[in-house]
């Protein structure tokens, strides 16, 4: 799941649903899990499919006409319990990027130590990549990590996002904090021997 992060531009799957909690996002059920791998298989798992284990052919992530690396999501994303199986499920399933209005501040740092970059918006800007997205399903959206703008390439409308210094650097590296510690080790050492 390390990936760098540098710009991204793809089209968007659309789940304008507000208050979208760690419990839709991953079932506790699947929290006995100690892999990553296989996560996304359960992302919304009660939502994707039936109690039959057939999918269900009204959700988003079963409709073919929408694909992409980007999750757009109404707004408090990720609020409820602090697993993070919610993040890995979300990294699994191929998200890169997952734009709303606002995050659970948990989740949110979950997403981005498993390389899933959450991108705050306004709400204005929300709503219009939604109509953008229902309008056309091949609507794109570019996310420049460097910039730190978010572009609706059918309005050509851009917002600037924040993002933690610290992170960003790992994204734009593809480190995770012990690469971070193991990558600074010599500063680390030459400080402590100087900090005696």
């Given amino acids: 799941m390390k990936q760098k992060f540098d710009i991204i531009t793809s ?23 100690t892999d ?37 999501a109404g707004k408090n994303f990720g609020s409820g319990s602090s697993r993070e199986h919610a993040a890995w499920a979300i990294a699994d399933y191929g998200f890169r990027v997952v734009i709303s209005s606002f995050f659970a501040d948990i989740h949110k740092n979950n ?20 109509q953008s997205i229902a309008n056309d399903h091949a609507t794109k959206v570019r996310v420049d990590l460097p910039q730190q703008t978010v572009t609706n390439l059918a309005t050509g409308r851009s ?9 960003k650097h790992c994204l734009m590296n593809g ?8 990558a600074n080790h010599d500063k680390t050492e030459a400080w402590e021997r100087q900090n005696k």
């Fill in 11 to 33: 089209t968007c799957v659309p789940l304008p649903l507000e208050n979208v909690d760690t419990d839709q996002i991953i079932p506790a059920r699947f929290l006995k899990a």
């Fill in 36 to 72: 990553k791998a296989g996560m996304g298989d359960n992302l919304f798992r009660d939502w994707r499919y039936n109690a039959d284990g057939t999918p269900r052919a009204d959700f988003v992530l079963n409709d073919p006409t929408y694909s992409g690396v980007i999750l757009v």
């Fill in 111 to 130: 997403e981005l130590n498993n390389f899933v970059l959450p991108v705050v918006v306004s709400e204005s800007f929300l709503q219009e990549l939604f």
């Fill in 159 to 167: 917002e600037s996002f924040e993002i933690n210094a610290y992170k």
């Fill in 175 to 182: 480190l995770d904090d012990i690469d971070f510690l193991v």
